[in-house]
């Protein structure tokens, strides 16, 4: 599985086709019926989904060091906890959401293998509460660098998202800032890096996936 086959290359991420073409058919199909009311709700509909379903081109920091982020949105999350299944270890996490405005294509936060994944079934809280972390619907993905440095991202539905979209597999080496998967209509990336690594962000920030960087591992 390559991130171009299940995302497409170009400015729109390839999951939205089924709905665009969905809502476009029936846009055409109430004009045709002169039906103005519901077609001008489809035709918004569409364009929507034509926005939600961006994905523009990013350019990844030179940094070797850096540690980029998986996600659009906003940071409401910044702690320290013990990460048992694919860390084992105390790590820092970094909770990111992402409204239905965000981008919401995933890129890798480091150049590596993916050496280890799992997909959990759950519930679908709003993704900005803490307890979404523990108990919702996520995809864990574990990242392995060429010096060994181990990062973790876990995509997490939320309210509105209902369906979590992966583009690797187990042994896949992507670029940093790559395409990995997309979570469809509003949900929460959480980024877990090693303690000994520095953190640059704070609760509130705004990032850009793939190029905000979020810390520093030397």
């Not at 982020?69 to 702690?79: K, Q």
């Not at 990242?143 to 187990?170: C, D, N």
């Not at 877990?192 to 810390?215: H, T």
Request: some cysteine.
């Amino acid at each position: 599985m390559s991130p171009s086959s299940v995302l497409g290359r170009g400015p729109l991420a390839k999951p939205a086709y089924p709905f665009i073409l969905a809502f476009g058919g029936l846009t055409l199909a109430f004009w045709l019926l002169n039906l103005s009311f519901p077609a001008s709700i489809c035709m918004l509909l569409t364009l929507f989904l034509l926005y939600f379903f961006r994905n523009p081109p990013r350019t990844a920091p030179a940094d070797l060091n850096a540690i980029v982020s998986p996600a659009d949105g906003r940071v409401i999350l910044v702690d320290e906890v013990l990460e048992n299944e694919f860390l084992k270890s105390p790590a820092r996490r970094v909770a990111i959401f992402m409204n239905i405005f965000d981008v919401h294509v995933n890129r890798a936060p480091v150049a590596g293998r993916v050496i280890a994944s799992r997909h959990r079934t759950g519930r679908f809280l709003a993704a900005f509460h803490e307890e979404a972390g523990r108990v919702n619907e996520q995809q864990a993905v574990l990242w392995e660098t060429p010096q060994g440095l181990r990062v973790l991202t876990v995509q997490i539905a939320g309210l509105l998202a209902r369906r979590i979209v992966p583009a690797f597999g187990e042994g896949d080496v992507l670029a940093k800032g790559a395409p990995f998967g997309m979570i469809c209509f509003g949900s929460r990336v959480d980024l877990y890096i090693p303690r000994s690594c520095d953190i640059l962000v704070k609760i509130g920030d705004r990032l850009r996936a793939g190029e905000s960087i979020v810390g520093r591992c030397s």
